[in-house]
């Protein structure tokens, strides 16, 4: 399964994006699906992820304001990013991380190109 994202772009603070990932193959198999972010010489970090009995799990500096989706029926995962701030600013990748004792593991095998996510102040 190849992960494609899309929907990055440059936002003013305050404002919203919503990003997609399309799986070229079923994610219904996936429990887990999540949201990375990275910026220059940082790692990447996991910004939101969902299971597939609906819990979800988000980084303090993003609850509140971001929301993740998953739609097994059409192979996607959604980020909706409201009141973005200039520290949001990075590559947002889509993965499909394992799952173990509440923590998540991205799979390197699940990496897409990601998407740009630019906030301007």
């Known amino acids: 399964v190849q992960l494609v994202e899309s929907g990055g772009g440059l936002v003013q603070s305050g404002g919203s994006l919503r990003l997609s990932c399309a799986a070229s193959?079923?994610?219904?198999?996936?429990?887990?699906m999540g949201w990375y972010r990275q910026v220059p010489g940082s790692q990447r970090d996991l910004v939101a992820a969902?299971?597939?009995?609906?819990?979800?799990k988000y980084a303090d500096s993003v609850k509140g304001r971001f929301t993740i989706s998953r739609d097994n029926a059409k192979n996607s995962l959604y980020l909706e990013m409201n009141n973005l701030k200039p520290e949001d600013t990075a590559v947002y990748y889509c993965?499909?991380?394992?799952?173990?004792?509440?923590?998540?593991?991205?799979?390197?095998?699940?990496w897409g190109q990601g998407t740009q996510v630019t906030v301007s102040s």
């Open positions: 193959g079923s994610i219904s198999g996936f429990f887990a």
């Open positions: 969902i299971n597939s009995d609906g819990d979800t």
């Open positions: 993965n499909a991380p394992d799952y173990a004792f509440g923590v998540y593991y991205a799979d390197p095998d699940y």
